[in-house]
């Protein structure tokens, strides 16, 4: 954490040192570790504290001196201007350097303006200008915008509060907004010229060309670097966050938006995760600007949803147009593309088609672009990013389900199409491209089948996940039938071969099947699975139910289907032993796989059986538990496997016990599998795993609440409205337990009582104390026969008369006290009335009783004594 004094000036300072590195054109290493640190400390400090750091006082200036100022505040920058009179980048530099050089300036003016000069926008960048000289430097890219981030994310999470401090912040913010975007751009577009593509088909749409020259992509080009990439990713993070902050006020700015659109599309071309998921954050915020092309954000949002979709389906059908995808309906997705996108995919499919031959450069090319394009169908689904603000503008918004769902569709059944395509294929042609497409069936099979697969569960969960409750229940069949598809799909042969005889059919002979073995796809497909059970919720089991017509074992409903499909998977992974020779059909993937396949077939029976409850199927039912069973028993040793082995799946397999006995089943009754789940809980409780070792001590709980039947609690405690908030009182039975605090007993009253029962107790003590002696009730048998001339006892033994008379005792005391409990029940008035006959009736009552039990105990030790 940066010091106090560090940041003292840091305004003036900063300015001073960009200044020094303009001079020397970026080559003092000195000056540009210094300007680095200053830098860090500020993402620190801005990050926790603000741009103001907490001072009020600055704040209130601040505002009241843009509440004077008609111009100021605005995300252009600068006063109002006449319309048509534009201002050029040498006047946007003049004013910026006579800021700096104004002292009555505020040092977050200077920090801000210190970071637009760093990033271009100020002034007009060349080849030779020293911008260009800075930009050239990576990790100063990299913490400037940084920096930015920091300041706008801080600002985002509190605007909602309308403080002072943040109000400020947001209009110095939005005073430099303009030229900050305007760097950011520029920055981007150098990032871009010099990150040439190798074996990446990136192309450049922007200011500076079209497509990037032939001759500059040959063999003198070197591939991304990460500092490259880092920084790149930094700036469209920066921009995104500025995005969603300003919202529509950069309405205006449509041709600085569309700048960033374009470059935005380029970089989901480029193979690096940081920088797609950043541009897939920048185009997914630029809805919330509105503005372009005369649209609202929630018509923009819309047709950026739909236009993302389609060019899935475009970049699908011509790289790959498998014929039985291509037969279900030739819809022309072009038409919800707009121009400039229409422009870029042409554009990268003519790059690939000319440039891109052997290797499986073409194959990685599909893979980068499906990629991107997913992650950005992803971000605007889920919103990232928007905060409050954002989502009030999207209200209005309208998701074509089912043509996203027919995407989806589309890509989880590429590999079943791609394998009958590649055995349709002769073995001399299976290396040419197949017909209309660019890939040839080969790579199609090997390479492309089961990624497409992937990309289309992560589109499938994402649209699943984002529909809300009743609004899905319009598409619960389409989406049961899709994710039931898939899970068949992907399970291995054997298990299969069980559940659905009928369509395991291709599973054998020469042309057999071979990419549902994949371990990782197989989870993928259970995940989907969990996301639509959790979408849809237990009303699809309960259609099913009636559309079976409540038939036993009848397997042609998706729901239970899929739920027995899930236990047979980790049934399979809990039987596997390693070993190649018992299944000649061994599933391909590593070990890990392995272990998330297990823990997520694991975890999606949990939900299902907390969800579904006492709806499921009793076939279902009852293969769940009897899975569940095999897991636990494996834990306590009974039935040893690998897979048990590993943390996670130790936790896995607890927590389905506990939802297995926690869960009705179809009958009513309870599950029989506690006491495996209580041997399996006392053996994992000392794990080394501390998850592990704190699931199965909740296991244990659970076994206990629902072995052990437990009353309500006899006391319970509330507050009087009398009493200070310190105060509390205790009020005993059934029947005060839904009583509020304002019905509790009367202070005083309970004070009385208890001076009452104090009163009774010394009574009692001095009434013994006159009938038999101060020390009757501690003398032993020896003592009290010395004293009354007794022959002595000469056994060891304690006399039992001793023992009768402590009980006796002890049972009077009792009674007394759960008579003054039940008086305490009683209310106020009625408590206060029978005040004499409590003091006067039932003690003495029970003293005299007390005194005659006393008198025959004690006459009957005598005559012991006398007997001996």
């Known amino acids: 954490a940066p010091t106090p004094e560090a940041l003292e000036n ?85 004013d910026n350097d006579q800021v700096a050089k104004d002292p009555t300036v505020q040092d977050e003016t200077l920090v801000l303006s210190s970071l637009v000069r760093i990033l271009g926008g100020a002034g007009e960048q060349t080849m030779d200008s020293a911008v260009y000289k800075l930009n050239q ?45 305007t760097g950011l751009s520029r920055t981007m577009d150098q990032l871009l010229l010099t990150l040439q593509q190798s074996i990446t088909p990136s192309i450049y749409v922007g200011c500076y060309g079209s497509i990037l020259n032939k001759d500059v992509s040959c063999k003198g080009i070197t591939k991304c670097k990460k500092k490259q990439h880092a920084a790149l990713a930094s700036c469209l993070r920066a921009s995104a966050s500025l995005f969603t902050l300003f919202g529509t006020r950069l309405s205006r700015s449509s041709t600085l938006i569309c700048d960033f659109q374009k470059a935005g599309w380029v970089c989901l071309t480029i193979p690096s995760d940081q920088v797609q998921r950043s541009a897939a954050a920048v185009l997914a915020a630029i809805p919330l600007t509105g503005g372009i092309q005369k649209l609202t954000p929630a018509e923009l949002w819309n047709s950026s949803v739909t236009e993302t979709t389609a060019a899935i389906f475009t970049i699908i059908e011509t790289m790959a147009p498998l014929k039985n995808i291509a037969s279900k309906g030739k819809e022309d997705h072009s038409k919800h593309i707009s121009k400039d996108f229409a422009v870029v995919i042409k554009s990268w499919v003519q790059h690939v088609q000319r440039e891109l031959h052997g290797n499986g450069q073409q194959g990685k090319a599909f893979h980068a672009i499906v990629t991107g394009l997913v992650l950005l169908l992803q971000a605007l689904l889920h919103r990232e990013g928007y905060d409050a603000r954002a989502q009030s503008v999207l209200i209005s918004t309208h998701i074509a389900v089912d043509y996203i769902l027919h995407l989806a569709e589309t890509m989880i059944s590429f590999p079943t199409a791609s394998e009958s395509v590649y055995y349709g294929t002769k073995k001399r042609l299976r290396m040419e491209a197949i017909e209309g497409g660019l890939l040839n069936a080969t790579e199609i099979a ?57 369509g395991a059919t291709r599973l054998d002979g020469k042309r057999r099947r071979w990419l549902h073995n994949s371990l990782a796809l197989r989870a993928k497909a259970i995940e989907s699975f969990k996301v639509s059970i959790l979408t849809c919720g237990s009303n699809v089991v309960v259609s099913s139910l009636a559309r079976s ?266 009674t007394l006290v759960e008579s003054s409990k039940s008086r305490k029940d009683k209310p106020t008035d009625e408590i206060q009335d029978n005040h004499q006959e409590l003091h006067e009736g039932n003690v003495k009552s029970e003293v005299e009783a007390y005194t005659t039990r006393k008198d025959e105990s004690q006459s009957q030790t005598i005559e012991t004594h006398e007997i001996k």
């Open 446 to 502: 090997f390479d492309v089948a089961n990624f497409t697969k992937a990309a289309g569960h992560a589109v499938f969960n994402s649209l699943t996940s984002s529909l809300a409750g009743p609004s899905a229940l319009p598409f619960a069949r389409h989406i049961m039938r899709i994710a039931h598809a898939s899970l068949l799909t992907s399970c291995s042969g054997p298990l299969r071969r069980v559940l659905d005889p009928a």
């Open 137 to 181: 430097n990576m990790e100063l890219v990299t913490i400037t915008a940084d920096v930015i981030t920091a300041i706008s994310e801080r600002i985002k999470s509190l605007i909602s509060l309308q403080s002072t401090c943040v109000n400020a912040e947001y209009d110095i913010v939005s005073t430099s907004g303009r030229p900050i975007l």
């Open 549 to 814: 017509g409540m038939i036993e074992g009848n397997r042609n409903d998706s729901a239970n289907s899929g739920i027995c499909l899930i236990a047979g998977c980790l049934l399979e992974q809990l039987t596997w032993t390693g070993n190649e020779k018992e299944n000649p059909e061994d599933d391909w993937g590593s070990l890990r796989e392995r272990i998330k396949l297990t823990t997520v077939a694991a975890d999606s029976l949990s939900v299902i059986l907390t969800i579904c409850r006492g709806y499921m199927q009793m076939e279902s039912r009852s293969l769940t538990d009897s899975v569940a069973v095999t897991g636990l028993m494996s834990l306590n040793g009974k039935k040893p496997c690998p897979i048990s082995s590993w943390a996670a799946v130790r936790c896995a397999l607890l927590n389905l016990g506990a939802k297995c006995i926690s869960s009705p089943w179809p009958d009513g009754a309870m599950s029989l599998s506690i006491n495996h789940l209580r041997q399996a809980a006392i053996a994992c409780k000392f794990d080394p795993d501390s998850d592990v070792s704190a699931t199965a001590h909740a296991s244990l709980s659970i076994c206990d609440a629902l072995a052990n039947p437990r009353a309500p609690p006899l006391l319970t405690a509330s507050r009087s409205v009398n009493r200070p908030i310190g105060s509390s009182q205790l009020k005993s039975g059934d029947r005060y337990a839904g009583e509020t605090a304002s019905k509790s007993i009367d202070p005083e009253a309970a004070a009385n009582l208890a001076e009452e029962l104090r009163i009774a107790k010394e009574e009692l003590v001095e009434t013994i104390k006159k009938r038999f002696g101060k020390n009757t009730a501690s003398e032993t048998p020896v003592k009290r026969a010395k004293k009354e001339d007794l022959p002595p006892d000469d056994s060891k033994e304690t006399d039992p008369t001793s023992k009768n008379d402590t009980k006796i005792l002890a049972n009077d005391i009792k």
């Open 10 to 94: 840091v305004g003036h300072r900063l300015v001073s040192l960009v200044r020094s590195l303009e001079k020397n054109n970026g080559h003092d290493l000195n000056q540009m570790k210094e300007v680095s640190f200053v830098l860090k400390n500020l993402v620190s400090i801005y990050s926790r504290r603000g741009l103001l750091q907490g001072n009020s006082e600055k704040a209130s200036k601040i505002i009241s001196s843009s509440t004077a100022n008609d111009g100021s505040g605005t995300v252009t920058g600068g006063n109002r201007r006449k319309k048509g009179k534009k201002r050029s980048p040498q006047s946007l530099s003049q």
